[in-house]
């Protein structure tokens, strides 16, 4: 009897890694996982040699390539979600944010300017995730903000009437921050 022969496993990139750790944030801001469960899955990215360990990593996850869910009401039109990686995000003038929106952005830089938007509903919610990344967030006057997560802050001037409309931002800012504020600082 021979013994059977495997191909060897190919090895994995630093790029390989950065591109699979993009896809752990992104099922973060998805709400996919859970902080313990980004934690540990990173550290295993980061410690994996081949593709076959990095695809491991993942395999209960979407691969992010455009593959659509049927039967899922949860996905909604396109424009519900945007990713940076190692580059930017700008979203102003006049634009519809829907209901829930999620922004990730990977060593970059984000930038929400709500100030023309039209927010059609009574609650906005903002998923951010700032990866080593600033995420800046510039609200109307007029409008309750309220944060929760790691490395969110807000700096809302004035007292919104009762029934105003409300930006509610869950955000995640590893190595990075997200900032909401209703006024825009010049050097």
Known sequence: MSAERHPPAVRASDR????????LHTAFAEG??????????????LAARTHGELGAVAADLPSGRGEVVVGSAERGPVGRFQVAYKSSIRRA?????PERFTVAVYKGTGLLDLRAAELD????????????????IIVPPGVRVETDGVGVSAEVHGDPPAGSPVIHIRGYGYKGSIEAKDRIRRP
């Open 16 to 23: 390989d890694r950065d591109e699979m750790l993009v896809r």
């Open 32 to 45: 996919r996982l859970d902080e313990a469960e980004l934690d540990e899955r990173m550290d295993l990215v």
């Open 93 to 97: 003038g006049r634009w519809r944010p």
């Open 121 to 136: 509903a009574r609650v906005t919610t903002l998923r951010v995730l700032a990866y080593k990344s600033t995420v800046e």
